[in-house]
């Protein structure tokens, strides 16, 4: 099951960017952006926090939230 984590793409699309201007902003390559507006990849928590300042929006924009699967405890 695919995991879309983050929302990268719909808030670029909201703000009418696009991955290039991101990747500029944030000092990425391009190909590294593509693969987090669609999810095959995650930016670390840093550049999150840098996406949300210049995207001008709140951190929790960016993070898709869901719930997940039971997982068993060690103890």
Known sequence: MERKINRIKVML?????TNKWLSEQVGKDPATVSKWCTNVAQPTLETMMQIAKVLEVDLNDLVRFEALPEIDKKE
């Open 13 to 17: 699309a909201e703000k009418g960017k």
